[in-house]
């Protein structure tokens, strides 16, 4: 990189002025469920323990807090599958206005963008994010040829052939993680909306996400992005944390 330095002139996107959708945001929020409030004084508790050097850090630390705390926020069936879908969960939530889109740009053939890095699907059939979203969209209506998941497509060939149907509008919902759907996927040509039901640890993963939608060549004037919050829980201290770095 060095060497390329000495003979290269490097522009960043914000220097070249690129023509480049401009971008809505919208933050929402989300009341936290009695059984995620309970479970968040659970991790204070926790949390307390492994400051005063109560728990061995083998057993339990700050790190696998966090973790808990992020899963949390995302859907408290991933703490604990027994405990009920929240009709006002992020998912829930996420699949009701994506919906809406999808409807409303039915002539369009506009595509959407979901990001999630935690609860990617396994195969196992245990519970997990993707699995019950692309559920509640089809129950809204929407084809399963429509929804896609970037972990299906695990060679360049299937990664290629899943990308020219989302720029055709053949595939209208692409979910993924920032490690999966970040740098290097070029699927902006009719991207209308992003949505972030989780945030990565890095500033640097926002970056990755929204430059897929926020790039040259997207036939859209204006898109739409979608930051999904849990009161009260770790999203307000990682979203903070993102907004300070």
């Known amino acids: 990189m060095n060497m390329f330095k000495e003979i290269a002139d490097i522009k960043t996107s914000d220097q070249l002025k690129l023509p480049v959708p401009e ?7 989300l009341k936290p469920t009695e059984q995620q409030k309970e479970i968040v004084e659970s991790l204070g508790e926790r949390a307390e323990v492994v400051r005063n050097g109560g728990v061995d850090a083998a057993v339990d630390n700050m790190l696998k807090i966090t973790n808990d705390g992020r899963k949390l926020a995302l859907d408290q069936r991933l703490v604990n599958e027994l405990l009920p879908d929240n009709l006002e969960s992020k998912i829930s ?4 206005k994506s ?14 963008l979901i990001f999630c890095d ?14 019950d979203l692309k559920r509640k969209l089809m129950e809204k209506g929407v084809p399963e040829k429509e929804i896609a998941f970037i972990h299906d497509a695990n060679t360049e060939a299937k990664k290629t052939e899943l990308f020219g149907k989302v720029k055709s509008g053949q595939v209208r919902f692409l979910i993924g993680s920032t490690a999966k759907m970040g740098a290097g996927t070029n699927v902006q040509d009719r991207l209308i909306a992003l949505h972030h039901l989780d ?9 990755q996400r929204e430059g897929r939608i926020i790039r040259q060549g997207n036939h859209n004037k204006k898109v739409h992005i979608f930051r999904y919050v849990t ?15």
Not at 93 to 96: F, R
Not at 199 to 207: A, F, T
Request: charged share 25%; hydrophobic share 35%.
């Open 231 to 245: 009161e009260s829980t770790f999203d307000s201290y990682m979203w903070v944390r993102h907004e300070v770095a």
């Open 99 to 112: 919906y809406e889109i999808w409807k409303d740009t039915a002539a369009q053939k506009s595509a959407q």
């Open 93 to 96: 939530v996420c699949a009701e």
């Open 23 to 29: 971008a809505e945001y919208e933050t929402v929020v």
């Open 199 to 207: 945030i990565g640890w890095k500033p640097s993963d926002l970056e």
């Open 118 to 131: 935690l609860s990617t699907p396994k195969g196992d059939g245990s519970f997990n994010v993707y699995d």
